[in-house]
């Protein structure tokens, strides 16, 4: 028997190629599937309760148009990827030893931005101008929707998506067959790219960063004007609420920002570019089901620190369901004692601690309603003051 230390290259370029293929897309797509999965039940959970369960208090359709549009694209998207795996893989299958064309790259297209690929990117950059959309909604709803505040809006969203538009015209520019190192079209990528990559994720960045600084200016107002009544539950309750929303816009803006670097900046070559499509992306289209949720179920850490206290005497009601509360209402006004009056005061909309569940128009009239109530605070906050000082003078009298 005759022995060889030689390995034959081929093997071992084949071994290499099928490594990265594991570490770069299988791996990666697992934990996307994983996050697709998720993203399945928190759409199924958010349609049934919303649209089933809550007949009388159904959800908005473009909730619901919007909602169900991001889980098809990102859908599409997944199964997208499942094939770029299977094709990979399907290179190296016995039946299929032959090399590639030169110039040609996995599908049979000329330049690596595949039809596949470049659908992939129609469909990324779709969900993201959703979730500006949807972001920008908010901040609308909670500022109490302004004619003014809508305009600007939809400029924001307008210019974004052509910006986007720009992008998937240099991408399919790069992609025509006759293209070339000293073709019109290849040139015009190379020359527009960069500017229109950058050009529109700063726009995205900004509207994320606009809507935010919104509701959290709008949340800073609210507390300066309520502080006083900061010890009742409820009104902590909305603070937290509003917190849930901050704290969501932060983190998208935060991954956005994170995909952006590592996409123009990142190597093609290293895990971290490889791999941080696969998990940025389904948090960008399950972002909109998922604050909606996180609000419905006060998941945030300041939430479960307010519902764990206990405050015996606190009454202070959201209460928009005024068939509900009449009663109580009416009891509250005809007591004679300040300090029941003050704890009874209804502010807004309902966001019970025992509700489990809150709709789209909850949430949006809840986060508007509380600003829009401030003078009714504070004329309670004068009345209180000047029954207390009454009380006293007659005290005064009695002793």
Known sequence: MVSSNSTDPTL?????????????????????????ALYTVLTVYFVYRRWFDR??????VFMLLVTLA?????????????????IEVYRYLPQQRTEPEVGMFLD?????????YYVQTAFQVTMLVLGDTVSLWRAYAVWGRPRWLFILFICIAIVESCAYILVLVVLFA???????????????YAETYDTSFIVSNVITACAQLFATLLIVYKAWIHWREVREFSNQKQVRHSIAMLVVIIESGVLYLALLLWYGLIDYLGSPDSLVYASVFYYTTPLIAMYTTLVVVLVATRRSVLERSIVSESFPTSGLHFAANHGVHAHSDRRATTSKCPTCHRNNTSV???????????????LEEDAAGVFDQRESIEKRSRALQVSASSQGSVTGLHR
Do not use: C
Request: hydrophobic share 45%; no cysteine.
């Open 12 to 36: 071992l370029d084949d071994h290499h190629e099928v490594t990265s293929i594991v570490a770069d897309r299988a791996f990666p797509l697992l934990l996307e599937t994983y996050l697709y």
């Open 55 to 60: 007949k009388p208090t159904s959800l908005p």
């Open 70 to 86: 991001m889980f098809s694209l990102f859908t599409a998207y997944w199964a997208i990827d499942v094939y770029l795996l299977w």
């Open 108 to 116: 049979g297209l000329w330049i690596p931005w595949s039809t596949a």
């Open 174 to 188: 790069q992609s025509l067959p006759q293209s070339s190192k000293h073709g019109f079209s290849y040139n015009f």
């Open 348 to 362: 807004g909309d309902s966001i019970a601690p025992d509700t489990d569940v809150i709709t789209w128009n909850d």
